[in-house]
């Protein structure tokens, strides 16, 4: 299994930004997946999670109306578009699924949002 995070970067409040995991070496349609971050300090934190039907769910309050998750099956890849980012966002976001029993992670992606 590996998954790999790109899309993150430095960018000001109020800014955009849309991440990518692309994943391997599982059945990609038939996984659950979701994003986690974890900001400087703090422990690891549920973004979001996507259904292999393509429901979301499980946003957190503080990220609700902001953020999106989706899914391309083809493309075994999944996206978490980030709108109106603020400061407390900083973090490093990580891909993960639960495949042959364990837990999945990629590397994670840095997202800092400052001005």
Not at 7 to 26: I, T
Not at 54 to 74: Q, W
Not at 96 to 110: A, E, F, I, L, P
Request: charged share 15%; glycine share 10%; hydrophobic share 30%.
């Amino acid at each position: 299994v590996q998954l790999v995070e790109s899309g993150g970067g430095l960018v000001q409040p109020g800014e955009s930004l849309r991440l990518s995991c692309v994943a391997s070496g599982f059945t990609f349609s038939n996984s659950i997946m979701r994003w986690y971050r974890q900001a400087p300090g703090k422990g690891r934190e549920l973004v979001s999670m996507i259904t292999i039907l393509g429901e979301p769910a499980n946003y957190p309050h503080s990220v609700k109306g902001r953020f999106t998750i989706s899914r391309d099956n083809a493309k075994n890849t999944v996206y978490l578009q980030m709108n109106s980012l603020k400061p407390e966002d900083t973090a490093v976001y990580y891909c993960n699924t639960w495949w042959d029993s364990r837990d999945h992670w990629g590397q994670g992606t840095q997202v800092t949002v400052s001005s």
